[in-house]
């Protein structure tokens, strides 16, 4: 299994998630952010849905021989964030789409932007047949559309009522990055 370390800058590295990142997910993903922005994150947040999420990514690692979620880690406060791919079309397809999130602490800061930017491109060296990635936005979420365009992504369409989140269905942004 291939496990490593992907450097951002001197104080962001991209590694895989361990046991010992429990605290930080419970702490940071309690946000009303997290809540509004994200499909899948349950709110509230608990110890038990951080325990569930790292055994998804140990046995995803085990699956695949290859991190496919990564942590983002601040060189002092572990843990701030998480980017993934999903594999839509399995390692080997063309095409891929990207997941992500940022402690509130942390957002604003343009950490975000060259995490999804090197993610990309790591994506797209280690991934020979990848062409495309994508990544879906809720539409009221421009803080996150403002972070994938200036990594490169490009618009490409909106979609009404794309998603449902607590019954509530929420329209979404659809941006691309083609190698």
């Given at each position: 299994m291939m496990q490593e370390t992907l450097p951002i800058n001197n104080h962001i590295s991209l590694t895989p998630f361990n046991d010992a990142d429990k605290g930080n997910l419970v702490k940071y993903l309690?946000?009303?952010?997290?809540?509004?922005?994200t499909?899948?994150?349950p709110h509230p947040y608990t110890p038990k849905d951080a325990d569930e999420w790292l055994e998804?990514?140990?046995?995803?690692?085990a699956d695949r021989g290859r991190t496919v979620n990564w942590a983002i880690r601040h060189r002092e406060a572990g843990a701030?964030?998480?980017?993934?791919?999903?594999?839509?079309?399995?390692?080997d397809g063309h095409s891929d789409e990207i997941g992500y999130w940022i402690a509130g602490p942390f957002r604003g800061q343009g950490i975000m932007t060259e995490v999804v930017r090197q993610f990309c491109a790591h994506l797209f060296d280690t991934r020979p047949a990848l062409l495309r990635i994508e990544a879906w936005?809720?539409?009221h979420n421009q803080a996150s559309v403002r972070v994938l365009e200036k990594a490169g992504f490009e618009r490409e369409g909106f979609s009404r009522k794309a998603f449902?989140?607590?019954?509530?269905?929420?329209?979404?942004?659809?941006l691309g990055l083609v190698k």
């Open positions: 309690n946000d009303e952010a997290m809540r509004r922005n499909l899948r994150v998804k990514v140990k046995q995803t690692l701030i964030g998480g980017i993934g791919s999903f594999l839509k079309n399995g390692l936005v809720f539409a449902f989140k607590n019954g509530t269905p929420l329209d979404a942004i659809l």
